[in-house]
């Protein structure tokens, strides 16, 4: 069975400063990974994915994740946080060989410190 | 629309009735997902849909809850005989046809308070 820890539900960084944002998955196959992102007053949108391609992933807004398959880590970071990153962050996992299924974590908030 | 709808944005029911949560998928969206999101928790798997395929109902919690889709469009969620632990919000997502774990477009959910 799949599942997905966030350590974490609030996240706060200063402007500027470094977001980093914990995943750990787990699964019983090779895992499809995934990165939503929901602002205030809308729906999720995909910031990112790992699909078994290259191990280092960039999505939108300067987001990036590592696949680490030794620590069954897909952390989030983004080298200098913006105002508009605030937001929430869910971390998700689906079994690659015929699993449609999305298995998301609790989310992280995150919230920007000017 | 240019997006996922859901109808409607919130509902506040009585405990003991049904509930009808509605989803219009984006067009040409052949995939459509309900996911349960309840206070502190992550998006729980309900149900999906795919093309003339039969449901995937693995995630529905109970016989109280059911879904049904008008061919590749709209999609209804109903609630019988609601309980508070049904309180939550149920999103709705779509993608394209026959593109396993191609991105979902969710809508902004239907905030249910089951009074």
């Known amino acids: 069975a799949q599942s997905v820890t966030q350590l974490g539900s609030h996240v706060s960084v200063s402007e500027g400063a470094l977001v980093l944002l914990r995943c750990n998955y787990s699964?019983?196959?090779?895992?499809?990974l995934f990165w939503y992102v929901q602002y205030p007053n809308q729906g999720l949108q995909l910031l990112l994915k790992?699909?078994?391609?290259?191990?280092l992933v960039k999505g939108i807004n300067g987001f990036e994740a590592e696949f680490k398959k030794s620590e069954t880590s897909f952390h989030l970071t983004k080298p200098s946080a913006h105002m508009s990153d605030a937001a929430e962050y869910f971390c998700?996992?689906?079994?690659?060989?015929?699993?449609?299924?999305?298995?998301f974590g609790t989310g992280t908030r995150l919230t920007i410190i000017p | 629309g240019a997006g996922v709808s859901q109808s409607p944005s919130n509902k506040v029911t009585e405990k003991g009735k049904d509930v009808e949560l509605r989803c219009d998928p984006i067009?040409?969206?052949?995939?459509l997902y309900w996911y349960r999101q309840r206070l502190g928790q992550g998006l729980e798997f309900l149900i999906y849909?795919?093309?003339?395929?039969?449901?995937?109902k693995s995630g529905l919690p109970s016989d109280r809850f059911s879904a049904e889709r008008t061919g590749e469009s709209v999609s209804t969620l109903t609630i019988q005989r609601t309980q508070q632990e049904d309180s939550a919000v149920y999103l709705c997502?779509?993608?394209?046809?026959?593109?396993?774990?191609?991105?979902?477009?969710f809508g902004s959910g239907t905030q249910l308070s089951v009074l």
């Open positions: 997502a779509s993608s394209l046809a026959g593109r396993r774990l191609e991105k979902l477009f």
């Open positions: 699964s019983s196959v090779p895992p499809y």
């Open positions: 790992y699909t078994s391609a290259a191990t």
């Open positions: 998700a996992v689906s079994e690659s060989f015929g699993n449609e299924k999305l298995t």
């Open positions: 067009s040409g969206h052949t995939a």
């Open positions: 849909f795919q093309g003339n395929s039969a449901p995937d």
